[in-house]
Nanobody, 124 residues
Framework: VQLQASGGGLVQAGGSLRLSCAAS????????MGWFRQAPGKEREFVSA????????YYTDSVKGRFTISRDNAKNTVYLQMNSLKPEDTGVYYC??????????????????WGQGTQVTVSS
């Protein structure tokens, strides 16, 4: 599957952004999907993930209550709604696909396909 992330930008602290990740292929609805981010000089870290039908969602502690992951299988798209953004949310955000329906965990190595990333910058 090929993934194309979009929706990043520059926003002030407290603001919101919605990231989108469009997937190619007819098997999107059978994939678990995830979002990761990477800040300058840091390792890529897990942000959120969602099972094939949206029935199970997962978040890293730092974004719980602020970010919401969702998906529209009819549109082959997964979203990340980010509210109450903080400067520490700054980074390149990547969407990723796992070829099986359930989320495999939070390790980047468990995901099979990656998008190109979209930059999110939160100013203080």
């Amino acid at each position: 599957v090929q993934l194309q992330a979009s929706g990043g930008g520059l926003v002030q602290a407290g603001g919101s952004l919605r990231l989108s990740c469009a997937a190619s292929g007819r098997t999107f609805s059978s994939y678990a999907m995830g979002w990761f981010r990477q800040a300058p000089g840091k390792e890529r870290e897990f942000v959120s993930a969602i099972s094939w039908n949206g029935g199970r969602t997962y978040y890293t502690d730092s974004v719980k209550g602020r970010f919401t992951i969702s998906r529209d299988n009819a549109k082959n798209t997964v979203y990340l709604q980010m509210n109450s953004l903080k400067p520490e949310d700054t980074g390149v955000y990547y969407c990723a696909a796992h070829r099986l329906p359930e989320v495999p965990g939070t390790r980047a190595e468990s995901f099979d396909s990656w998008g190109q990333g979209t930059q999110v910058t939160v100013s203080s």
